[in-house]
């Protein structure tokens, strides 16, 4: 009998070629399905929520599997995480319907782009911000609410994304200030995202705060469509998949703890 499993996995994305299995790369996928089947040799293919790229970090993937042994959540989590290395863990665990896919269960995701504002280097924020020496941040906060509502993001994709429809809503985009006084995050939350659209959005957001796009670049590049028109795409390593809003199914009756766990 088959036991479907949901954990929540988190990495650092400085090492990896994304998520996705890639033939002679390191990936996460395939260093978590390394992990699983140590547990379980005849897990299959590993059902990933989000496709994060090569430097990207996470702190809320979600990833279903479908499992032969019966282990209990708290298994899953302790017994996977022996076999992982210090860049990737799972943080929790619990039950599912065999089959069940996150990707088609999120109702969205929250991203945070970390930009570390200092004209000097700091190593400890090498891997995990954007560093630029000048930035508005009223100015980037007052572009990015012309993002906020339901639009065509056409603009906003790299060429690889060849999808036909590109109408996205964006239920947040807010700047916020963190501990360290010199950091600032972008907030992005919507139902969903086409390849690279929160660094592109990002990007234009951060040209037009340091002068090298004119204010109200964001809107007229969802106006016009035009790819453009937009700006910089902001690199990997300043973005983290923070959160995947679920529409969690009911437990199957008689298994299964509490979530999370």
């Not at 979600?62 to 042994?69: C, G, K, N």
């Not at 990707?103 to 504002?117: E, N, P, Q």
Request: aromatic share 6%; glycine share 10%; charged share 25%.
């Amino acid at each position: 009998m088959a036991h479907g499993v949901l954990l929540q996995v988190a990495y650092d994305g400085t090492a990896f070629h994304g998520w996705a299995s890639q033939a002679g790369a390191r990936t996460v996928e395939d260093t978590l399905r390394g992990a699983v089947l140590a547990l379980d040799p005849r897990v299959g293919k590993l059902r990933g929520c989000s496709r994060t790229d090569a430097g990207v970090h996470a702190e809320g993937q979600m990833v279903a599997l479908d499992a032969e042994r019966d282990i209990p959540a708290r298994g899953w989590v302790l017994g996977v995480n022996k076999h992982l290395p210090d860049d990737v863990a799972v943080r929790a665990a619990r039950a599912v319907a065999p089959g069940w896919s996150p990707r088609f269960a999120a109702r969205g995701k929250r991203y945070r782009y970390r930009v570390l504002v200092d004209v000097v280097r700091d190593p400890g924020w090498r891997t995990r911000a954007w560093r630029l020496p000048v930035l508005d941040l009223d100015l980037m906060a007052q572009e990015g609410r012309a993002a906020v509502g339901t639009h065509d993001f056409a603009g906003f994709r790299s060429a690889g994304d060849e999808r036909d429809v590109t109408v996205r809503t964006l239920t947040r985009v807010a700047v916020e200030r963190e501990a360290d006084p010199r950091v600032a995050s972008v907030v992005v939350e919507g139902s969903a995202f086409l390849y690279n659209m929160v660094r592109i959005l990002v990007g234009t957001m951060a040209d037009v705060a340091r002068g090298r796009l004119p204010v109200g670049s964001v809107a007229r590049a969802l106006e016009a469509r035009d790819r453009r028109l937009a700006g910089t795409t902001a690199p990997a390593h300043g973005l983290t998949l923070e959160h995947v809003e679920l529409d969690l199914p009911e437990l199957p009756e008689g298994i299964g703890e509490p979530w999370p766990r």
